[in-house]
């Protein structure tokens, strides 16, 4: 169930130990799924409860989860000592942590917590506070894991460009089916049908799927519509291939796209190539945001355009497959060669009822970023 060579995650492990190492560390609280995938390949959306993987500055990994990823550890991971703390009434894991970093040799020592995540909840956090807080050294080192993933390596990119391929197929396979009269139930059934079916996985967060005032929305809501004759359609998916992710964004037009559709459409994709000449090395997230936000100034388009246009992907698990480096105003992070970015162009006019999205996956390069689909910038209009 491996999906990456013992030098791959050799190599992963050093790189970690290294950065405690000049942090000072003895040892960090890895409480993000996404961390622990990377480190030792476990798999899991048991991150729900209370489960957490030490790693001590001399390499020594023990996770710390419940009775049901016992054999999921076992079977996904390079993992070998697994702690299992026993639900019961008024359990309270943070003591079955202690105890297992006490015989870890982690009293009195200097510890780096990964507090922000989904994998651990504030409830979850006071306990940790509560029960280490007089145990050990507490420091924040949320940065530390998220840092180290975003400059993917040869393997993990092979798996990106997989993600990729199959974000291309699932809108070949449902392009054909948008017509006046279509359900919006039948083309998210293609979409993540697709994926599924060319045996990809289920995505970090729905796809989003909306028509009609709903194609302005940004999120997956509950309900389904039928197209009408003439519509409009927001989709944003990705492709995903052993957890990582490649997403698209597209707005299609049913019928006869209004003359504001056409100067959406060429904001964004003005917008867009703006953006690949930002993102390259000596560059920085920030600047990839201006480029975005002085082409929509430009087009008197301020007040219907966001406020971040794209973020890193990765192996990412729920609620979200965006990571945390982001397209904003003010991001210093540079962009460095082998990164996997989404870039999004979303311009929705609420004044006229008009929208427009625009985007894709890129590779960073020593200079140009590669699109990592193959589907063409054009305006789609079908019936």
């Known amino acids: 169930m491996l999906h990456f060579s013992s030098d791959e995650f050799s190599t992963r492990r050093d790189r970690l130990l290294a950065e405690m190492a000049e942090r000072k560390l003895d040892a960090v609280l890895l409480f993000a799924q996404d961390s622990m995938y990377w480190l030792t390949g476990y798999d899991t959306f048991g991150f729900c409860f209370f489960q957490c993987l030490a790693v001590k500055a001399d390499g020594e990994m023990r996770l710390l989860t419940r009775s049901a990823d016992l054999r999921q550890a076992r ?219 002085g082409v929509m100034e430009t087009h008197e388009l301020v007040r219907h355009r966001l406020s971040a246009c794209g973020y890193s992907l990765g192996a990412r698990y729920a609620p979200s497959w965006m990571e945390p480096q982001m397209f904003v105003s003010g991001n210093a992070e540079p962009i460095l060669p082998g990164m996997t970015l989404f870039a999004h162009m979303i311009i929705m006019d609420s004044d006229s009822g008009t929208a427009m999205t625009l985007g894709r996956t890129y590779l960073t390069t020593e200079d140009a970023p590669e699109s990592l689909s193959r589907l063409p910038l054009d305006l789609t209009v079908v019936g």
């Open 75 to 293: 079977q996904t991971s390079i993992l070998e000592s697994i702690t299992v703390w026993r639900d019961r009434g008024a359990a309270d894991p943070t003591i079955d942590l202690r105890d297992m970093l006490d015989n870890m040799g982690l009293l009195g020592s200097k510890l780096g917590v990964e507090w922000a995540t989904h994998g651990l909840t504030a409830a979850n956090g006071r306990l940790v506070e509560g029960k280490l807080g007089s145990f050990a050294a507490l420091k924040d080192v949320s940065d530390l894991v998220p840092a180290l993933r975003l400059v993917k390596s040869p393997a993990e990119i092979a798996y990106v460009r997989e993600a990729a391929r199959l974000a291309d197929k699932a809108y070949e396979d449902m392009l054909p089916l948008v017509a006046p009269g279509a359900s919006e139930a039948d083309l998210l059934h293609a979409l993540q049908g697709s994926v599924l079916k060319a045996g990809g996985d289920y995505p970090a967060n729905p796809f989003i799927i909306g028509s009609g005032a709903d194609a302005l929305l940004c999120r997956y809501k509950s309900g389904r519509r039928t197209l009408d004759a003439d519509d409009q359609l927001t989709l944003e998916w990705a492709g995903v291939s052993a957890q990582y992710h490649a997403a698209l964004m597209r707005t299609v037009i049913i019928g006869t796209p209004t003359q504001r559709h056409r100067e959406l459409f060429e904001a964004a994709r003005e917008a867009l190539a703006a953006v690949e000449l930002a993102m390259r090395p000596g560059k920085t997230f920030g600047d990839v945001f201006d480029a975005h936000a």
